[in-house]
T-cell receptor, first 112, second 114 residues
Framework: GDSVTQMEGPVTLSEEAFLTINCTYT??????LFWYVQYPGEGLQLLLK?????DKGSNKGFEATYRKETTSFHLEKGSVQVSDSAVYFC???????????FGKGTLLTVNP | EPEVTQTPSHQVTQMGQEVILRCVPI?????FYWYRQILGQKVEFLVS????????KSEIFDDQFSVERPDGSNFTLKIRSTKLEDSAMYFC????????????FGSGTQLSVL
Protein backbone atom coordinates (compact mmCIF):
# COMPACT_ATOMS: atom_id res chain seq x y z
CA GLY A 1 0.00 0.00 0.00
CA ASP A 2 0.86 3.65 0.10
CA SER A 3 3.66 4.51 2.48
CA VAL A 4 6.11 7.26 3.32
CA THR A 5 9.48 6.77 4.95
CA GLN A 6 11.32 9.68 6.42
CA MET A 7 14.58 10.18 8.16
CA GLU A 8 14.64 9.15 11.80
CA GLY A 9 15.30 11.91 14.22
CA PRO A 10 15.99 13.72 16.28
CA VAL A 11 18.08 16.18 14.29
CA THR A 12 20.02 18.83 16.18
CA LEU A 13 21.68 21.70 14.34
CA SER A 14 23.27 25.02 15.11
CA GLU A 15 21.69 28.19 13.81
CA GLU A 16 22.55 28.92 10.15
CA ALA A 17 23.41 25.28 9.43
CA PHE A 18 22.13 23.50 6.34
CA LEU A 19 19.18 21.16 6.82
CA THR A 20 18.18 18.06 4.92
CA ILE A 21 15.41 15.74 6.03
CA ASN A 22 15.06 12.76 3.73
CA CYS A 23 11.71 11.41 2.60
CA THR A 24 10.87 8.62 0.18
CA TYR A 25 7.47 7.34 -0.90
CA THR A 26 6.02 4.26 -2.51
CA UNK A 27 5.59 4.74 -6.21
CA UNK A 28 1.94 3.76 -6.53
CA UNK A 29 0.42 6.08 -9.09
CA UNK A 30 1.32 9.75 -9.17
CA UNK A 31 0.79 11.06 -5.66
CA UNK A 32 0.88 14.63 -4.48
CA LEU A 33 3.61 15.13 -1.89
CA PHE A 34 3.66 17.37 1.15
CA TRP A 35 5.69 18.55 4.08
CA TYR A 36 3.75 19.45 7.20
CA VAL A 37 5.30 21.10 10.27
CA GLN A 38 4.18 20.96 13.89
CA TYR A 39 5.50 23.68 16.19
CA PRO A 40 5.39 23.00 19.93
CA GLY A 41 1.83 23.06 21.27
CA GLU A 42 0.26 23.55 17.86
CA GLY A 43 -1.38 21.44 15.16
CA LEU A 44 0.23 20.27 11.96
CA GLN A 45 0.48 23.00 9.33
CA LEU A 46 1.10 22.62 5.63
CA LEU A 47 4.64 23.84 4.89
CA LEU A 48 4.90 23.10 1.17
CA LYS A 49 3.69 20.73 -1.50
CA UNK A 50 4.37 19.45 -5.01
CA UNK A 51 1.84 17.79 -7.23
CA UNK A 52 3.87 16.35 -10.10
CA UNK A 53 7.34 15.17 -11.01
CA UNK A 54 10.09 17.82 -10.99
CA ASP A 55 7.86 20.33 -9.20
CA LYS A 56 9.60 22.24 -6.43
CA GLY A 57 7.60 23.29 -3.42
CA SER A 58 8.96 26.17 -1.36
CA ASN A 59 7.94 28.22 1.65
CA LYS A 60 9.72 30.12 4.44
CA GLY A 61 13.11 29.25 2.96
CA PHE A 62 12.34 25.53 2.85
CA GLU A 63 12.36 23.64 -0.44
CA ALA A 64 11.58 20.14 -1.64
CA THR A 65 11.69 18.74 -5.18
CA TYR A 66 9.46 15.91 -6.37
CA ARG A 67 11.89 13.32 -7.76
CA LYS A 68 10.07 10.56 -9.54
CA GLU A 69 13.24 8.67 -10.51
CA THR A 70 14.30 8.29 -6.87
CA THR A 71 10.76 8.46 -5.39
CA SER A 72 11.99 11.15 -3.03
CA PHE A 73 10.85 14.49 -1.68
CA HIS A 74 13.69 15.63 0.59
CA LEU A 75 13.22 18.78 2.62
CA GLU A 76 16.06 21.33 2.57
CA LYS A 77 16.83 24.71 4.03
CA GLY A 78 20.04 26.58 3.51
CA SER A 79 20.22 28.31 6.88
CA VAL A 80 18.05 27.20 9.76
CA GLN A 81 16.87 29.42 12.60
CA VAL A 82 15.98 28.65 16.20
CA SER A 83 12.35 29.29 15.25
CA ASP A 84 12.47 26.35 12.82
CA SER A 85 12.59 23.94 15.76
CA ALA A 86 9.59 21.68 15.24
CA VAL A 87 8.50 18.26 14.08
CA TYR A 88 8.44 17.84 10.29
CA PHE A 89 6.16 15.32 8.60
CA CYS A 90 6.41 14.11 5.04
CA UNK A 91 3.11 12.98 3.50
CA UNK A 92 1.59 11.76 0.25
CA UNK A 93 -1.89 11.74 -1.20
CA UNK A 94 -2.90 9.53 -4.05
CA UNK A 95 -5.78 7.34 -5.04
CA UNK A 96 -8.08 8.26 -2.23
CA UNK A 97 -9.52 11.76 -2.25
CA UNK A 98 -9.49 12.00 1.47
CA UNK A 99 -6.53 10.28 2.98
CA UNK A 100 -3.04 11.60 3.59
CA UNK A 101 -0.36 9.04 4.38
CA PHE A 102 2.25 10.43 6.74
CA GLY A 103 5.71 9.48 7.81
CA LYS A 104 6.69 9.21 11.47
CA GLY A 105 7.88 12.77 11.75
CA THR A 106 11.37 14.15 12.37
CA LEU A 107 12.08 16.32 15.37
CA LEU A 108 14.39 19.22 14.52
CA THR A 109 16.05 21.24 17.26
CA VAL A 110 18.03 24.32 16.28
CA ASN A 111 20.38 25.72 18.90
CA PRO A 112 21.53 29.35 18.97
CA GLU B 1 -5.74 32.82 10.90
CA PRO B 2 -8.70 30.57 11.70
CA GLU B 3 -7.84 27.41 13.56
CA VAL B 4 -9.17 24.01 14.49
CA THR B 5 -9.75 23.63 18.21
CA GLN B 6 -9.57 20.34 20.08
CA THR B 7 -10.60 19.57 23.63
CA PRO B 8 -9.41 18.29 25.97
CA SER B 9 -5.69 18.50 25.35
CA HIS B 10 -5.15 15.48 27.60
CA GLN B 11 -7.58 12.72 28.50
CA VAL B 12 -6.88 9.88 30.88
CA THR B 13 -9.33 7.02 31.06
CA GLN B 14 -9.63 3.48 32.34
CA MET B 15 -9.67 0.56 29.93
CA GLY B 16 -13.21 -0.27 28.89
CA GLN B 17 -14.53 3.24 29.41
CA GLU B 18 -16.08 5.37 26.70
CA VAL B 19 -14.36 8.57 25.65
CA ILE B 20 -15.45 11.41 23.43
CA LEU B 21 -12.87 13.63 21.83
CA ARG B 22 -14.13 16.97 20.68
CA CYS B 23 -13.17 19.20 17.80
CA VAL B 24 -14.38 22.50 16.44
CA PRO B 25 -13.36 22.69 12.77
CA ILE B 26 -12.93 25.92 10.86
CA UNK B 27 -16.38 27.38 10.37
CA UNK B 28 -16.69 27.34 6.57
CA UNK B 29 -15.02 23.96 6.08
CA UNK B 30 -17.06 21.01 4.89
CA UNK B 31 -14.65 18.07 5.16
CA PHE B 32 -13.55 16.69 8.48
CA TYR B 33 -10.98 14.12 9.48
CA TRP B 34 -9.51 12.26 12.41
CA TYR B 35 -5.93 11.05 12.48
CA ARG B 36 -3.94 9.53 15.29
CA GLN B 37 -0.31 9.01 16.20
CA ILE B 38 0.77 6.30 18.58
CA LEU B 39 4.01 7.29 20.30
CA GLY B 40 6.97 6.68 18.01
CA GLN B 41 4.82 5.64 15.07
CA LYS B 42 3.36 7.28 11.99
CA VAL B 43 0.43 9.64 11.88
CA GLU B 44 -2.40 7.37 10.72
CA PHE B 45 -5.63 8.22 8.96
CA LEU B 46 -8.75 7.11 10.81
CA VAL B 47 -11.78 8.59 9.07
CA SER B 48 -13.09 11.35 6.86
CA UNK B 49 -16.55 12.86 7.08
CA UNK B 50 -18.59 14.93 4.66
CA UNK B 51 -22.25 15.85 4.37
CA UNK B 52 -23.06 14.10 7.63
CA UNK B 53 -21.65 10.77 6.67
CA UNK B 54 -18.38 8.91 6.63
CA UNK B 55 -16.69 9.21 3.24
CA UNK B 56 -13.73 6.96 3.97
CA LYS B 57 -12.35 5.03 6.91
CA SER B 58 -9.29 2.97 7.62
CA GLU B 59 -9.10 -0.56 8.96
CA ILE B 60 -8.27 0.94 12.36
CA PHE B 61 -11.72 2.55 12.48
CA ASP B 62 -13.66 -0.48 13.65
CA ASP B 63 -17.03 -0.75 15.39
CA GLN B 64 -15.57 0.71 18.58
CA PHE B 65 -15.17 4.06 16.86
CA SER B 66 -17.81 6.48 15.72
CA VAL B 67 -17.92 10.08 14.57
CA GLU B 68 -20.64 12.63 14.75
CA ARG B 69 -21.34 16.21 13.89
CA PRO B 70 -24.01 16.88 16.51
CA ASP B 71 -24.51 20.54 15.63
CA GLY B 72 -23.18 23.07 13.19
CA SER B 73 -19.83 23.49 14.86
CA ASN B 74 -18.62 20.37 16.68
CA PHE B 75 -17.12 17.19 15.29
CA THR B 76 -16.61 14.35 17.74
CA LEU B 77 -14.79 11.03 17.85
CA LYS B 78 -16.20 8.45 20.24
CA ILE B 79 -14.40 5.33 21.35
CA ARG B 80 -16.98 3.05 22.96
CA SER B 81 -14.80 0.76 25.04
CA THR B 82 -11.22 1.91 25.16
CA LYS B 83 -8.28 -0.47 24.96
CA LEU B 84 -4.71 0.07 26.04
CA GLU B 85 -3.64 0.24 22.40
CA ASP B 86 -5.95 3.21 21.80
CA SER B 87 -3.48 5.37 23.71
CA ALA B 88 -2.28 7.93 21.18
CA MET B 89 -2.39 11.56 20.12
CA TYR B 90 -5.59 12.14 18.19
CA PHE B 91 -5.66 14.95 15.63
CA CYS B 92 -8.75 16.49 14.13
CA UNK B 93 -8.48 18.24 10.77
CA UNK B 94 -10.72 20.06 8.34
CA UNK B 95 -10.54 21.30 4.77
CA UNK B 96 -12.67 23.47 2.59
CA UNK B 97 -13.01 21.30 -0.50
CA UNK B 98 -13.18 17.83 -1.87
CA UNK B 99 -9.80 16.15 -1.78
CA UNK B 100 -8.52 19.25 -0.07
CA UNK B 101 -4.78 19.04 0.08
CA UNK B 102 -4.38 21.77 2.63
CA UNK B 103 -5.66 20.26 5.81
CA UNK B 104 -5.91 22.42 8.89
CA PHE B 105 -5.09 20.42 12.01
CA GLY B 106 -5.88 20.94 15.63
CA SER B 107 -3.16 20.65 18.25
CA GLY B 108 -4.36 17.21 19.27
CA THR B 109 -5.77 15.34 22.24
CA GLN B 110 -3.38 13.03 24.05
CA LEU B 111 -5.41 10.01 25.12
CA SER B 112 -3.96 7.73 27.78
CA VAL B 113 -5.77 4.48 28.51
CA LEU B 114 -4.75 2.87 31.80
Amino acid sequence: GDSVTQMEGPVTLSEEAFLTINCTYTATGYPSLFWYVQYPGEGLQLLLKATKADDKGSNKGFEATYRKETTSFHLEKGSVQVSDSAVYFCARKGGSNYKLTFGKGTLLTVNP
Amino acid sequence: EPEVTQTPSHQVTQMGQEVILRCVPISNHLYFYWYRQILGQKVEFLVSFYNNEISEKSEIFDDQFSVERPDGSNFTLKIRSTKLEDSAMYFCASSDRDGGEKLFFGSGTQLSVL
